[in-house]
């Protein structure tokens, strides 16, 4: 049985407000409210055209339980239909979906965008992860309906959409890519130069979303070194840029290969096991300039980052992640300008 303190929930209430205020998010689509609802599990539930009309209807967000499904544990699906009435191309967009109780996949017009948990037979809840997932554009459909589908698989006490401000958001402070790379991209634990190498055979890892930490997707309490691979074609239009790989914020270290090339790193990452630095390299966000002539127009190039974890939550798992050309990526920073964050649960508990 899960027990909630009174005391966890503030602190985790408290850390996530402050977390919230350090972005500025505007609402595009609003999902609260009546949804598609289905008990069972069938893969074809995604498609964006299927008929769901003869599916029973639930409100979001709220536990299934409380919205007749009393008793029920094991798979269910949530659809929900939405327009759009902007054009959205090159806009940050994230789905906010909240606390899900336990596992999910989350699809939009049939495109999985994001996971959290494991589900059976490797079952792992991941009921106390808060759901925010990056939606790439080019899967939204600016001028008619889209489909986000929810499949969830809950094992005991209350499941489905729980709590949380269901809506499509866009970050209107964020830095706005020429390609965007989130997504889901090849994994392995463990250590092995071989890994960056261009050329390296990475048919058999696993798959991983990114941004995300590797512990709300079936990772969780891992701390050691892990691997991730991305295999992408750079546009026409890119190739004579100056460019800047961006790979947003990584728990703790890493160091970032392009093509075979190391390209940048941040922490130190010699020594076995490692006595890593402690300077709060979580924090920083990771943008590393890319040698002229590295990368290959119209071909298949390879970016592979090394990441060591020793504490808590590990690897790449906050945006954004993609290219961006040097002359844009410089602007941005020349006129960031930090948000006015509020105080910690610690400086208040502290007071």
Same mark, same amino acid.
């Given at each position: 049985?899960?027990?909630?303190?009174?005391? @966890?929930?503030?602190?985790?209430?408290?850390?996530?407000?402050?977390?919230?205020?350090?972005?500025?998010?505007?609402?595009?689509?609003?999902?609260?409210?009546?949804?598609?609802?289905?008990?069972? !599990?069938?893969?074809?539930?995604?498609?964006?055209?299927?008929?769901?009309?003869?599916?029973?209807?639930?409100?979001?967000?709220?536990?299934?339980?409380?919205?007749?499904?009393?008793?029920?544990?094991?798979?269910?699906?949530?659809?929900?239909?939405?327009?759009?009435?902007? !054009?959205?191309?090159?806009?940050?967009?994230?789905?906010?979906?909240?606390?899900?109780?336990?596992?999910?996949?989350?699809?939009?017009?049939?495109?999985?965008?994001?996971?959290?948990?494991?589900?059976?037979?490797?079952?792992?809840?991941?009921?106390?992860?808060?759901?925010?997932?990056?939606?790439?554009?080019?899967?939204?459909?600016?001028?008619?309906?889209?489909?986000?589908?929810?499949?969830? &698989?809950?094992?005991?006490?209350?499941?489905?959409?729980?709590?949380?401000?269901?809506?499509?958001?866009?970050?209107?402070?964020?830095?706005?890519?020429?390609?965007?790379?989130?997504?889901?991209?090849?994994?392995?634990?463990?250590? !092995?130069?071989?890994?960056?190498?261009?050329? @390296?055979?990475?048919?058999?890892?696993?798959?991983? @979303?990114?941004?995300?930490?590797?512990?709300?997707?079936?990772?969780?309490?891992?701390?050691? @070194?892990?691997?991730?691979?991305?295999?992408?074609?750079?546009?026409?239009?890119?190739?004579?840029?100056?460019?800047?790989?961006?790979?947003?914020?990584? !728990?703790?270290?890493?160091?970032?290969?392009?093509?075979?090339?190391?390209?940048?790193?941040?922490?130190?990452?010699?020594?076995?096991?490692?006595?890593?630095?402690?300077?709060?390299?979580?924090?920083?966000?990771?943008?590393?300039?890319?040698?002229?002539?590295?990368?290959?127009?119209?071909?298949?190039?390879?970016?592979?980052?090394?990441?060591?974890?020793?504490?808590?939550?590990?690897?790449?798992?906050?945006?954004?992640?993609?290219?961006?050309?040097?002359?844009?990526?410089?602007?941005?920073?020349?006129? &960031?300008?930090?948000?006015?964050?509020?105080?910690?649960?610690?400086?208040?508990?502290?007071?």
């Amino acid at each position: 049985m899960r027990s909630y303190s009174i005391l @966890f929930i503030l602190i985790y209430v408290l850390l996530n407000n402050n977390s919230a205020n350090a972005q500025r998010w505007e609402r595009i689509v609003n999902l609260k409210g009546v949804w598609k609802f289905s008990i069972g !599990d069938d893969e074809n539930w995604s498609k964006p055209k299927l008929d769901d009309r003869d599916w029973e209807t639930v409100k979001a967000p709220s536990a299934w339980e409380e919205e007749g499904f009393h008793g029920y544990n094991g798979y269910a699906w949530y659809r929900k239909h939405f327009l759009l009435r902007e !054009d959205l191309k090159g806009k940050n967009l994230i789905l906010c979906l909240g606390r899900i109780d336990d596992v999910d996949q989350v699809f939009i017009n049939g495109n999985l965008i994001g996971a959290s948990g494991t589900f059976p037979p490797r079952y792992k809840t991941a009921y106390n992860v808060w759901r925010e997932y990056p939606v790439p554009d080019r899967f939204l459909n600016s001028s008619g309906e889209n489909i986000v589908a929810v499949r969830i &698989y809950d094992a005991e006490l209350s499941g489905g959409l729980i709590e949380g401000d269901l809506g499509l958001f866009e970050q209107v402070d964020a830095m706005h890519l020429d390609m965007n790379l989130a997504g889901q991209w090849k994994f392995a634990l463990g250590d !092995d130069p071989n890994f960056k190498n261009q050329k @390296f055979a990475d048919s058999s890892w696993n798959k991983l @979303f990114v941004p995300g930490s590797w512990d709300s997707q079936g990772y969780s309490d891992y701390d050691g @070194f892990a691997w991730y691979r991305f295999t992408f074609t750079l546009p026409g239009d890119l190739a004579d840029k100056k460019l800047v790989l961006v790979l947003g914020k990584i !728990d703790d270290i890493d160091e970032a290969y392009l093509n075979g090339k190391l390209i940048g790193s941040t922490g130190i990452m010699d020594g076995d096991p490692i006595d890593y630095d402690k300077k709060g390299e979580y924090q920083l966000s990771r943008g590393y300039y890319i040698p002229s002539g590295l990368m290959q127009p119209d071909k298949d190039n390879v970016i592979a980052v090394r990441v060591y974890d020793g504490f808590r939550i590990g690897g790449i798992y906050q945006g954004p992640v993609g290219l961006i050309e040097q002359s844009k990526y410089t602007k941005f920073w020349r006129n &960031y300008k930090p948000p006015r964050m509020k105080k910690s649960f610690w400086d208040l508990f502290f007071e």
